[in-house]
C-alpha cells in the first residue's frame, strides 16, 4: 500500500491545515488509520487515529479537542483537521495504516510538514 500524505505548510499560531492522506487501494480494510508526528529532536508520537469497523477516533491530549480525524471511503482518503495551532505542533505528520490480527501489516506515509510561527 503505498500513502501520499499532502497539505503540510506554514501557518501562523491560531490557524488551521487540513491534511490529506491518499491511499493506493482501500484503506478502510485496516484496522486503524492514524496519524503520527515527529518534532525535530524528537520520537515520532501518535497524534490520533480511527476504527474502521465503528468510525470511532481517539486522540492524545495535547490535540484533544483542537484535531479532528475523518475519513472518505469513496475517496480513500484520511483527513486530519488542524484547528488552533500552537507552535508545539510543528512535525513532520505521518499518516499510519495498522492491520488486523497479532500481526498486523503496518504502513506509513512520506510524511507532510507543518510548521507553525508565533
Known amino acids: 500500500v503505498q500513502l501520499q500524505a499532502s497539505g503540510g505548510g506554514l501557518v501562523q499560531a491560531g490557524g488551521s491545515l487540513r491534511l490529506s492522506c491518499a491511499g493506493s487501494r482501500d484503506m478502510f480494510d485496516f484496522k486503524f488509520l492514524g496519524w503520527y508526528r515527529q518534532a525535530p529532536g524528537k520520537e515520532r508520537e501518535f497524534v490520533g487515529n480511527?476504527?474502521?469497523?465503528?468510525?470511532?477516533?481517539r486522540y492524545s491530549d495535547s490535540v484533544k479537542g483542537r484535531f479532528t480525524i475523518s475519513g472518505d471511503n469513496a475517496k480513500n482518503t484520511l483527513y486530519l483537521q488542524m484547528n488552533n495551532l500552537r507552535p508545539e505542533d510543528t512535525a513532520v505528520y505521518y499518516c499510519?495504516?495498522?492491520?488486523?490480527?497479532?500481526?498486523?501489516?503496518?504502513?506509513w506515509g512520506q510524511g507532510t510538514l507543518v510548521t507553525v510561527s508565533s
Open positions: 499510519k495504516l495498522t492491520g488486523w490480527g497479532s500481526l498486523p501489516a503496518i504502513y
Open positions: 480511527l476504527l474502521s469497523s465503528t468510525g470511532d477516533t
